[in-house]
């Protein structure tokens, strides 16, 4: 039960979801001032940080399971001084957005996906149009990316929710079938766990304390995300770049694990950088030294084939170019990348 307990805590504890479909509405795929409305006319809640003068860029930003499209808030609010317009919607099952407690599937939050990104193209013709996805969201993006659906300029994956199947212990997966079975709909809440998704006390209560933030989570909500996650661990042996995939050291919703294992499977592309930070938890953009993780995002931007400002993409390869099993660490971090927390 604590397996199940743990993999409902992907952002602070998952969600109360089940696999219901979305009714469609009325009107067909589009960008309003506070909705992007998808294929199927249903009305996702965006949020945007976007510069004075025309944007530099754009980043098309998805939120983690729990969470909705204020999650980017910093984010957002940092890389538009710079001159980088950020949108953010709230998925299916999330937030503000339609079905709000119950768990969209798999194909619908990849198909809104590639109709937003398509959107803010023709909204921005000619400005590059980068991706940036946090657990749930990077899974989502990983899988659209790889499927060649759809392509971003540059894709950011920020603690990717790849935990799937195949590197969960048998226990926890017979646990997981089991519960799914017997007890479908009951709600677990990951209290007394003693998990933290950061380091950053207060993001953490302001989380707990927001209500559009889902707290519980039914076990076939699990074993949706489960399923996303799995998918997403396959998908990561077709990613291509440019693409900056970001994990902390200390992060305990996706573990070491897991991480290391599909990082192992990434192609031998140049253009697919890895940095991990020492002093980060699971939610990077919003721990303590959340403004290194910031600066390290706005230079991959603007400048992806340049070392990253805080050396976190110089810590450690996790894999060979083959991409096979293989972790060599350095025995000094960067110096830049455990300074400067962010408070």
């Known amino acids: 039960m604590r397996a199940l307990l743990l993999l409902s805590l992907l952002l602070l504890g998952a969600c109360t979801t089940s696999n219901i479909p979305m009714l469609p509405g009325p009107e067909g795929p589009g960008l309003a001032d506070e909705a992007f409305v998808a294929e199927d006319g249903a009305q996702l809640p965006l949020h945007r940080w976007t510069p004075p003068t025309p944007p530099r860029a754009i980043v098309l930003a998805l939120h983690g399971m729990n969470d909705y499209g204020r999650a980017f808030a910093t984010l957002g609010r940092f890389l538009a001084q710079r001159g980088v317009a950020t949108y953010a919607y709230d998925q299916r099952g999330f ?32 400005t590059p149009v980068h991706c940036l996805g946090e657990s749930m969201g990077a899974a989502v993006i990983i899988l659209a990316l790889a499927r060649q659906e759809t392509r971003c300029a540059s894709a950011v994956l920020s603690a990717p929710a790849v ?15 089991l519960a799914e079975a017997v007890a479908p709909d009951m709600v677990l809440t ?40 799995t998918d997403a661990f396959d998908a990561t042996a077709e990613l291509r770049g440019p693409a900056l995939w970001l994990y902390g050291k200390n992060d305990q919703i996706i573990a070491q694990r897991p991480t290391l294992a599909a990082l192992r499977r990434l192609p031998p592309d140049p253009q697919i950088r890895i940095a991990r930070y020492p002093l980060g938890y699971h939610l ?24 990253l400002p805080s050396g976190a993409d110089r810590v450690e390869s996790p894999r060979t170019e083959a991409g096979q099993a293989s972790a060599a660490t350095t025995e000094t971090e960067p110096v830049s990348a455990t300074r400067g927390r962010a408070r």
């Not at 709000?100 to 109709?115: A, I």
């Not at 935990?163 to 079938?177: D, E, F, I, S, T």
């Not at 076990?219 to 949706?224: E, M, R, S, Y």
């Open 95 to 126: 937030g503000g957005a339609p079905g709000r407690n119950w768990w969209p599937g798999t194909e619908p939050l990849v198909r809104d996906f590639g109709t937003a990104l398509d959107l803010l193209r023709r909204r921005h013709p000619g």
């Open 163 to 177: 935990w799937g199947k195949q590197v969960m212990p048998a226990v926890q997966r017979a646990a997981l079938a």
């Open 190 to 229: 990951g209290a007394g766990l003693r998990i933290r998704a950061s380091d950053n006390i207060a993001a953490l209560r302001a989380l707990q304390a927001d209500p559009m933030v889902l707290k519980g989570a039914r076990v076939d909500a699990i074993a949706g995300l489960v399923e996303l996650m």
């Open 284 to 307: 990077l953009t919003r721990d303590l030294d959340s403004a290194v993780v910031a600066h390290d995002i706005a230079s991959w931007l603007f400048h992806p084939g340049a070392p």
